[in-house]
């Protein structure tokens, strides 16, 4: 039994059906107040800052999840429904539990990232974790990138393994530090399949030289 289904075993009750559409539908609200109240000054307050959670406002170490990805009206839509359509996607697949336990990691992980690097973070990274999780299980889904542009998942899952690249060998530390972070539910949850994807792959490229280099020799004989 995998480490995942023992906790599922124990925690599952608790298990928020629905993740990704209270977060969409909250980064929505938070848009929405912060484009007709812009005096709110809500991406000031909600986002996670290390320095002004030491100072009391645990609020943070939550509310930066709800922190609209964008400003932009247009952007924000087509954002908005394709983190749905991936989260909610990852939940069918997997159920509410273990996709709760994947976005949970990744939380997690992100903010340990913030406090190391003492430097506010954003869910930027925390996102992309959850499109390389759906691009693996679903590496040939058609997506219609801005509702046009038909795309497959795993040349935007590999788009976005060039963007964590730049971001750990070109960026500041804080970035660096972000991209590690996003990844570590990734690894978490497809590590040991990755690890004997690897193994198989090595032990058939043997066998194919050996057969060659067999091949070879009865020829020259």
């Known amino acids: 039994m995998k480490w995942f289904q023992k906790l599922e075993r124990k925690f599952g009750r608790y298990a928020i059906h629905d993740l990704m559409l209270y977060i969409v539908i909250l980064n929505a609200v938070v848009f929405v107040l912060t484009l007709l109240v812009p005096q709110s000054e809500l991406y000031a307050k909600f986002a996670l800052d290390p320095a002004k959670v030491l100072e009391g406002e645990v609020w943070r170490l939550v509310t930066f999840l709800i922190l609209p990805p964008s400003t932009s009206p247009i952007w924000i ?6 983190y749905y359509l991936v989260g909610s996607n990852l939940e069918n697949q997997w159920g509410s539990f273990r996709f709760n336990l994947y976005y ?26 959850l499109v390389l ?22 040349y935007i899952a590999w788009f976005n393994w060039a963007f964590l690249a730049f971001s750990i060998v070109f960026g500041p530390l804080p970035r660096k530090l972000g991209a590690v972070a996003s990844v570590v539910n990734y690894f978490a949850f497809f590590g040991p399949d990755l690890i004997q994807s690897l ?19 009865k020829r020259r004989r």
């Open 199 to 217: 193994k198989l792959r090595w032990i058939t490229y043997k066998n194919r030289k050996r057969f060659r280099d067999a091949f070879r020799n």
């Open 133 to 154: 999780a759906f691009a693996y299980l679903f590496p040939n889904y058609e997506l219609l990138l801005f509702f046009l542009l038909p795309v497959k998942m795993k």
């Open 104 to 129: 949970l990691i990744g939380v997690l992980s992100t903010i340990a990232a913030a406090f190391i690097g003492f430097s506010p973070v954003t869910t930027e990274h925390l996102n992309l974790s």
């Open 77 to 82: 839509v087509f954002t908005l429904y394709f």
